[in-house]
C-alpha cells in the first residue's frame, strides 16, 4: 500500500482481524454460535440445527467480502485511496441476522425457537411431510396467498384465522394431517397455479431436473450455474463453470484427504 495507495485488500477470518479471539480457532458453527443467529435455528425442543455452512462462510463470510472489496474498489477508482477490508465471518452472520434482532427489539420476536413468523412456529411457514416421505414448504405468509392454502386444502377460511397465535399449535397439526394424505408430487400439482406458495422440497439430486431449473439453465452437468445473471452471453450457464465448481471441491477434498492422513499419522 505504501508502493500502491490504491491497493485493495480483502482479509476474510472467522473471528475478525481484533478482539479477544482474533488469533483462536474455528469454523462456520462457532462463528454463527457467537452471532446469535444460530440459536434462532432448529425445533424448540432440540438443539440448534446446523445450517449448512450456508451462514458464516458463504453468507456472512465469502459474500460480505465481495461487497467490501468491490464498495473499495469504487472508492479506490474515485478517491485514489484503497482499503482493507476486514470481513469477519461472525460479522457478517449477526448482520444477516440483523432485522430478527430489530424485531425482537420490538416485542415482535422471542428467543424460542419455533415460536415465531419465520423459524417455523408459524403453521403457514413451515414445512410437511407427505405420505411418501417427502416434503413441501410452505410458504402463505399473506392473507391473499393464505386464503389460497386454506382453498387448497380445502379448509373454511373462517376456521383457521391467520393470525390467532393462539390457535398455531392446532392450525399446525390439522396442515400436517392433511399433507400426510398425499404424496408430495401430488401436492406440488394439487397447488400448481395457485397463489397458496405450496411447493416441493428437492433434494440435491432432484433440483437439476425440475422443469424451472431446466428451462433456467439455472444447472450444469448438475452443478450450478453463475448467479447472479447479467445481460450478456459471457454469465449465461457453461460447461466452464462447471468444470470451475468440480476443481475447486476436488482441491478441497484433497487437501482435506491429506490433512486427515496427516492427523491420523
Not at 454460535?33 to 435455528?41: D, N, R
Not at 416434503?135 to 380445502?154: H, M, S
Not at 432432484?206 to 447472479?228: C, V
Request: glycine share 12%.
Amino acid at each position: 500500500q505504501a508502493r500502491n495507495p490504491a491497493l485493495v485488500v480483502g482479509r476474510v477470518t472467522g473471528w475478525g482481524q481484533t478482539g479477544p479471539l482474533a488469533q483462536a480457532v474455528g469454523h462456520d458453527l462457532n462463528y454463527i454460535g457467537l452471532s446469535g443467529v444460530l440459536h434462532a435455528m432448529g425445533d424448540a425442543d432440540r438443539p440448534p440445527t446446523p445450517p449448512l455452512n450456508l451462514v458464516g462462510d458463504y453468507g456472512g463470510g465469502a459474500m460480505m467480502l465481495v461487497v467490501g472489496v468491490l464498495a473499495a474498489l469504487i472508492e479506490a477508482r474515485s478517491t485514489g485511496r484503497g482499503r482493507v477490508v476486514d470481513a469477519a465471518m461472525t460479522d457478517g452472520a449477526a448482520l444477516l441476522g440483523g432485522i430478527f434482532q430489530a424485531f425482537r427489539g420490538q416485542g415482535m420476536w422471542n428467543d424460542r425457537r419455533g415460536a415465531n413468523l419465520l423459524d417455523g412456529g408459524a403453521p403457514f411457514y413451515r414445512c410437511y411431510a407427505c405420505r411418501d416421505g417427502g416434503f413441501v414448504a410452505v410458504a402463505a405468509l399473506e392473507p391473499r396467498f393464505y386464503a389460497a392454502l386454506l382453498k387448497g386444502l380445502q379448509i373454511p377460511p373462517d376456521a383457521a384465522p391467520q393470525y390467532d397465535m393462539a390457535g398455531w399449535p392446532a392450525m399446525h397439526v390439522r396442515f400436517a394431517d392433511l399433507f400426510a394424505q398425499r404424496d408430495r408430487d401430488d401436492w406440488a400439482n394439487h397447488f400448481e397455479g395457485s397463489e397458496a406458495c405450496v411447493t416441493p422440497v428437492l433434494s440435491l439430486a432432484e433440483a437439476p431436473d425440475h422443469p424451472h431449473n431446466r428451462a433456467r439453465g439455472a444447472f450444469d452437468h448438475g452443478l450450478p450455474g453463475p448467479a447472479p445473471r447479467f445481460d450478456d452471453e459471457a454469465s449465461k450457464p457453461g460447461h466452464s463453470s462447471a468444470l470451475r465448481l468440480e476443481k475447486a471441491v476436488a482441491l478441497w477434498s484433497a487437501e482435506g484427504s491429506t490433512q486427515r492422513s496427516d492427523q491420523a499419522g
